[in-house]
């Protein structure tokens, strides 16, 4: 196996890597680009081509200027709200209900699980109209209880921790079930301390998804100051004519850098998370 | 004689079940159902956001017929939703496998990082990003096409190239996810296999199409499943890029229906094309799972 190394095996490496080397260039250079641009002095700078990190005037101006046309923080506030409340609260619905539907008996059972399961072909987007008519009955529109509320349910979430409540062995419950522990305690203190990996894989999931989505705060929130941060970005950038590009790409810039610092930190359980999520189902 | 009741009839736990589904059910029946049921009940009316609607039979599903704009953004749509996901599931292959061609590990693990980045970050920002690179005049893209000697193409402004540029975009934010998927579908096929290849002296070619692949085509029906239903869905990136334009060449079905419900305010029509996307969405899946019936190997 040691004299393998022909010509033909090198040049295989070396391709590879100058194919994997150009793909990450490729998804890495925007973000360096849109960094660069956030510290232009102005607009001439941020487009000149080629780009180049040396300036004469480098500028940290446009961080403050973000701030001073929209309500950033306030956008980061709300966004941090919606996505947190709706991860713990989907947390907390979806576990229990997997729960039920891993370990307990009791009827509709199959029929219950069959409208959870063809809930999944309904996306928010289809209900989105049905939706916004609700939470205008019950006086939620323009408030951030009508991001979190639609969040909560996930027919995903359920799915997904059933599988993995199925895969854990019967005797540990059997024990507490001796021991005279109660359903509930089962649950919270045998079933969830054993289930932490795919707890992570559901809440990483589910705060990316509410912290990226786009479409529930355009339908729902109409005052600016209730926004979340991708709506907040666009209002941003709705400037285009008046405003200068450096502040808007100050505004990406500090919309990617905290979910970068929180990537890096985190990497090992997103990357887990991410890369399990496939072979859960 | 009685038998232990436990051997028989197995002590039921429903008020335990009940605790434990309600959180469920309640936020289902309200968030879920409701809007369900509601989308089916509006779309017979002739419904706007001022006043309260009025019935109007069929009129909604008729219109569905005669829209020749629905027709095209379905079209926009099924192109960009299926070349997205021939991306992720082919190109991410490719790489997920080169990433696994013994390359040490911290090597692996940056190349992973960076492909996997952007899925984290918000679609809106994304686009914004690119509408910086992909600028006809000054944007990044052209000025590297112009290097080549290739002509500056209009990226975002013209009805051939607009699609491509979501199409781009959006397989750029997503395909880490692929290749995650697919990098711990390989890691989780034996080793012992691929050796056992070797010795009989299979080549890269073969063990990859003959032991590779099948034992990989669980990863890829998921991945299949899950970018169909995420690229019909897109909304925020033609939203932000493009508009949906020009004319509706990069617009999305999810664009579309939201522009009829809360542009136009017509909330009837706009919830009878809703149930064509449910539909569609339902027929896709059931066309998937009867596929993967007929290939796919489980270990």
Same mark, same amino acid.
């Given at each position: 196996?040691?004299?393998?190394?022909?010509?033909?095996?090198?040049?295989?490496?070396?391709?590879?890597?100058?194919?994997?080397?150009?793909?990450?260039?490729?998804?890495?250079?925007?973000?360096?680009?849109?960094?660069?641009?956030?510290?232009?002095?102005?607009?001439?700078?941020?487009?000149?081509?080629?780009?180049?990190?040396?300036?004469?005037?480098?500028?940290?101006?446009?961080?403050?200027?973000?701030?001073?046309?929209?309500?950033?923080?306030?956008?980061?506030?709300?966004?941090?709200?919606?996505?947190?409340?709706?991860?713990?609260?989907?947390?907390?619905?979806?576990?229990?209900?997997?729960?039920?539907?891993?370990?307990?008996?009791?009827?509709?059972?199959?029929?219950?699980?069959?409208?959870?399961?063809?809930?999944?072909?309904?996306?928010?987007?289809?209900?989105?109209?049905?939706?916004?008519?609700?939470?205008?009955?019950?006086?939620?529109?323009?408030?951030?209880?009508?991001?979190?509320?639609?969040?909560?349910?996930?027919?995903?979430?359920?799915?997904?921790?059933?599988?993995?409540?199925?895969?854990?062995?019967?005797?540990?419950?059997?024990?507490?079930?001796?021991?005279?522990?109660?359903?509930?305690?089962?649950?919270?203190?045998?079933?969830?301390?054993?289930?932490?990996?795919?707890?992570?894989?559901?809440?990483?999931?589910?705060?990316?998804?509410?912290?990226?989505?786009?479409?529930?705060?355009?339908?729902?929130?109409?005052?600016?100051?209730?926004?979340?941060?991708?709506?907040?970005?666009?209002?941003?950038?709705?400037?285009?004519?008046?405003?200068?590009?450096?502040?808007?790409?100050?505004?990406?810039?500090?919309?990617?850098?905290?979910?970068?610092?929180?990537?890096?930190?985190?990497?090992?359980?997103?990357?887990?998370?991410?890369?399990?999520?496939?072979?859960?189902? | 004689?009685?038998?232990?009741?436990?051997?028989?009839?197995?002590?039921?736990?429903?008020?335990?079940?009940?605790?434990?589904?309600?959180?469920?059910?309640?936020?289902?029946?309200?968030?879920?159902?409701?809007?369900?049921?509601?989308?089916?009940?509006?779309?017979?009316?002739?419904?706007?956001?001022?006043?309260?609607?009025?019935?109007? /039979? &069929?009129? *909604?599903?008729?219109?569905?017929? #005669?829209?020749?704009?629905?027709?095209?953004?379905? =079209? $926009?749509? %099924?192109?960009?939703?299926?070349?997205?996901?021939?991306?992720?599931?082919?190109?991410?292959?490719?790489?997920?496998?080169?990433?696994?061609?013994?390359?040490?590990?911290?090597?692996?693990?940056?190349?992973?990082?960076?492909?996997?980045?952007?899925?984290?970050?918000?679609?809106?920002?994304?686009?914004?990003?690119?509408?910086?690179?992909?600028?006809?005049?000054? /944007? &990044?893209? *052209?000025?590297?096409?112009?290097? #080549?000697?290739?002509?500056?193409?209009?990226?975002? =402004? $013209?009805? %051939?190239?607009?699609?491509?540029?979501?199409?781009?975009?959006?397989?750029?934010?997503?395909?880490?996810?692929?290749?995650?998927?697919?990098?711990?579908?390989?890691?989780?096929?034996?080793?012992?296999?691929?050796?056992?290849?070797?010795?009989?002296?299979?080549?890269?070619?073969?063990?990859?199409?003959?032991?590779?692949?099948?034992?990989?085509?669980?990863?890829?029906?998921?991945?299949?499943?899950?970018?169909?239903?995420?690229?019909?869905?897109?909304?925020?990136?033609?939203?932000?890029? %493009?508009?949906?334009?020009?004319?509706?060449?990069?617009?999305?079905?999810?664009?579309?229906?939201?522009?009829?419900?809360?542009?136009?305010?017509?909330?009837?029509?706009?919830?009878?094309?809703?149930?064509?996307?449910?539909?569609?969405?339902?027929?896709?899946?059931?066309?998937?799972?009867?596929?993967?019936?007929?290939?796919?190997?489980?270990?």
């Amino acid at each position: 196996m040691t004299s393998r190394l022909t010509v033909g095996h090198v040049a295989a490496r070396v391709l590879t890597f100058v194919i994997l080397v150009v793909a990450a260039v490729a998804i890495t250079a925007p973000f360096l680009w849109i960094f660069r641009g956030a510290l232009s002095g102005s607009d001439a700078e941020l487009y000149r081509l080629p780009p180049t990190f040396h300036a004469e005037n480098l500028t940290l101006g446009n961080f403050g200027k973000v701030t001073e046309q929209v309500p950033y923080f306030r956008f980061f506030l709300n966004s941090i709200i919606v996505s947190g409340t709706v991860t713990i609260a989907q947390l907390i619905t979806c576990s229990t209900a997997a729960y039920a539907f891993a370990r307990l008996r009791f009827r509709g059972k199959g029929v219950l699980f069959a409208v959870v399961i063809g809930s999944l072909m309904i996306p928010i987007q289809v209900t989105i109209v049905p939706l916004f008519l609700v939470m205008s009955k019950i006086g939620m529109t323009n408030s951030l209880w009508a991001l979190i509320f639609p969040g909560i349910f996930s027919a995903f979430g359920i799915f997904l921790l059933r599988q993995h409540f199925m895969a854990l062995p019967y005797e540990l419950e059997e024990a507490a079930k001796i021991d005279g522990a109660s359903r509930f305690h089962t649950f919270a203190r045998v079933i969830i301390p054993l289930s932490g990996p795919s707890i992570a894989t559901l809440g990483i999931l589910c705060f990316t998804y509410w912290w990226n989505d786009l479409l529930l705060p355009l339908v729902m929130i109409s005052d600016t100051e209730k926004q979340t941060l991708p709506v907040g970005l666009v209002l941003l950038a709705g400037r285009f004519s008046t405003g200068s590009l450096g502040t808007i790409a100050a505004g990406i810039a500090m919309a990617i850098v905290p979910v970068l610092i929180v990537f890096i930190a985190a990497q090992r359980y997103i990357v887990q998370s991410i890369a399990s999520s496939g072979l859960k189902l | 004689m009685t038998t232990k009741p436990t051997a028989t009839r197995p002590r039921g736990d429903g008020a335990a079940a009940l605790a434990f589904l309600t959180p469920s059910i309640l936020t289902f029946l309200v968030f879920v159902l409701a809007p369900t049921v509601g989308v089916l009940i509006l779309s017979f009316f002739d419904w706007n956001l001022l006043s309260d609607g009025t019935f109007a /039979g &069929l009129d *909604n599903f008729q219109r569905l017929f #005669t829209d020749e704009r629905l027709l095209g953004v379905y =079209g $926009s749509t %099924t192109y960009m939703a299926l070349v997205i996901l021939a991306v992720n599931v082919v190109l991410g292959l490719l790489l997920a496998v080169l990433l696994e061609t013994g390359m040490p590990r911290w090597i692996r693990a940056f190349f992973r990082l960076s492909f996997l980045f952007p899925f984290v970050v918000s679609a809106s920002a994304v686009a914004l990003i690119w509408r910086f690179l992909l600028n006809k005049d000054l /944007g &990044l893209v *052209n000025y590297l096409l112009g290097l #080549t000697g290739l002509d500056r193409i209009d990226w975002l =402004g $013209s009805s %051939t190239w607009a699609p491509i540029s979501v199409i781009m975009v959006n397989s750029w934010k997503t395909i880490g996810f692929s290749i995650l998927v697919y990098i711990a579908g390989l890691q989780s096929i034996p080793k012992q296999l691929r050796e056992a290849a070797i010795v009989d002296g299979a080549g890269a070619w073969t063990r990859f199409w003959r032991i590779t692949f099948p034992l990989l085509s669980p990863t890829i029906f998921f991945l299949v499943v899950i970018n169909t239903i995420n690229s019909f869905q897109i909304f925020a990136e033609p939203r932000v890029l %493009t508009q949906g334009g020009p004319g509706d060449s990069s617009r999305t079905i999810v664009e579309y229906l939201y522009d009829r419900a809360f542009g136009d305010f017509d909330l009837g029509y706009a919830s009878a094309i809703g149930i064509t996307f449910a539909l569609v969405l339902v027929v896709l899946t059931a066309i998937q799972f009867w596929f993967s019936r007929r290939w796919t190997h489980y270990q």
